[in-house]
Structures are given as C-alpha cells and as structure tokens.
C-alpha cells in the first residue's frame, strides 16, 4: 500500500440514492481489488434525500456488478464535502454547473463520468508514480482534450431513473457501468 494520501473521488447526482452512490460503490470495489487503500470515493446529491438509503432497485444492481450497497446513508452536497477532494466525477452536466458554482477552484477538478470516461483513453498515463499524481496529470491533460472535443448532455450525462419506469433504470447501467469500467480498466493499465 502507498504511504501517500488516497486520491479523494466524490461522485455526485441528485437525491444521492441511485446514479452517485452506484457510482461510487462501483469505484470504490473496483479500486480496492486492485488498489487498497490508493482511493477513498464518496458520493453526495445537490437535492439529497438526507439519510437515504441506496434505492432498492439500484442496490440490487450495486451488489450484482461487485459492490456493496450497505451502510449508506445519503447526504446533501455542500463546500465541506467538496473542500479536498480530487477528482469530482458528476453524473450529468447540470450537476457539474452546480459543484463548480458552489466550488469554482473545483472547475479543473470536475467533469460528467461519462464525459471523463470518453477523454481518459485516449491519455497516456505515467506508470512510474502514485495513483494520485498519475490522476492528477490525467485530469490536466482531459481537461484539455474537453476542450478539443466538446459533446452535448447525450454523451456527457446519466439518465435519472428515480421513480421512473425499469427500462429508465436499465438505461442509467447502460450508461453508468461502462463509464466506471473505463475508468478502473484505465487504471489497470498501469499496475
């Protein structure tokens, strides 16, 4: 395990109850099976339901993709949680406007997961350094890439499934899973 300080992910949707914490469950699962300890991922909602849990349909896919849907408690997103993190990966683009409007030091730091899923590929990270700093470079050079490929809220964004109907819910893993498998295959890369 690396003695640095884990790379601090926050993932972030609206209630908090189904895109944000299969989010960050997924991350978090797959980061410690092959990185203990190397990142610490969170989740919050600009609307939460405070105190909710994982919804239940989303905990069922939670626990079937290799996550762990228990002991969540959903939370409301404020500049303390923002304060020290990361990375902040939101699950649509109206939610990326509002991290940046509460944190505007976090607008280099903040993309959509779907919108980080698409530029990380095409970034060659340095195998020879920490997960932080291996991250923290990435997230420079993506930011350039955004710039360099911009897309629209169809490519960026994750359907919000909560109360709607199981093709909705579908939708979302279709639009999630691939997006946090791209991130931990990227990270693979260079263990």
Same mark, same amino acid.
């Given at each position: *395990?690396?003695?640095?300080?884990?790379?601090?992910?926050? +993932?972030?949707?609206?209630?908090?109850?189904?895109?944000?914490? *299969?989010?960050?469950?997924?991350? $978090?699962?797959?980061?410690?099976?092959?990185?203990? =300890?190397?990142?610490?991922?969170?989740?919050?909602? !600009?609307?939460? %339901?405070?105190?909710?849990?994982?919804?239940?349909?989303?905990?069922?896919?939670?626990?079937?993709?290799?996550?762990?849907?228990?002991?969540?408690?959903?939370?409301?997103?404020? +500049? =303390?949680?923002?304060? =020290?993190?990361?990375?902040?990966?939101? %699950?649509?683009?109206?939610?990326?406007?509002?991290?940046?409007? %509460?944190?505007?030091?976090?607008?280099?730091?903040t993309f959509t997961?779907?919108?980080?899923?698409?530029?990380?590929? $095409?970034?060659?990270?340095?195998?020879?350094?920490?997960?932080?700093?291996?991250? +923290?470079?990435?997230?420079?050079?993506?930011?350039?890439?955004? +710039?360099?490929?911009?897309?629209?809220?169809?490519?960026?964004?994750?359907?919000?499934?909560?109360?709607?109907?199981?093709?909705?819910?579908? $939708?979302?893993?279709? $639009?999630?899973?691939?997006?946090?498998? !791209? %991130?931990?295959a990227w990270e693979?890369?260079?263990?």
């Amino acid at each position: *395990m690396s003695t640095n300080t884990p790379f601090r992910i926050l +993932t972030v949707c609206t209630g908090n109850i189904c895109r944000s914490p *299969m989010a960050e469950r997924l991350l $978090q699962a797959g980061f410690d099976a092959m990185a203990p =300890g190397e990142f610490t991922v969170e989740s919050a909602g !600009t609307g939460a %339901l405070v105190g909710s849990g994982i919804e239940p349909h989303v905990a069922g896919f939670v626990n079937v993709f290799g996550g762990d849907s228990a002991n969540f408690a959903s939370r409301q997103l404020s +500049t =303390g949680i923002l304060a =020290g993190q990361d990375l902040v990966l939101a %699950l649509s683009r109206a939610h990326r406007s509002k991290i940046v409007e %509460l944190a505007p030091g976090l607008l280099r730091r903040t993309f959509t997961l779907r919108e980080l899923a698409r530029l990380l590929p $095409q970034i060659e990270g340095q195998d020879d350094v920490g997960a932080s700093e291996r991250w +923290t470079a990435a997230m420079a050079r993506a930011l350039r890439l955004r +710039t360099a490929n911009p897309a629209g809220p169809e490519e960026d964004d994750v359907v919000d499934p909560y109360r709607r109907s199981d093709d909705v819910y579908d $939708q979302m893993v279709h $639009q999630l899973t691939p997006a946090v498998n !791209t %991130l931990l295959a990227w990270e693979r890369r260079y263990r």
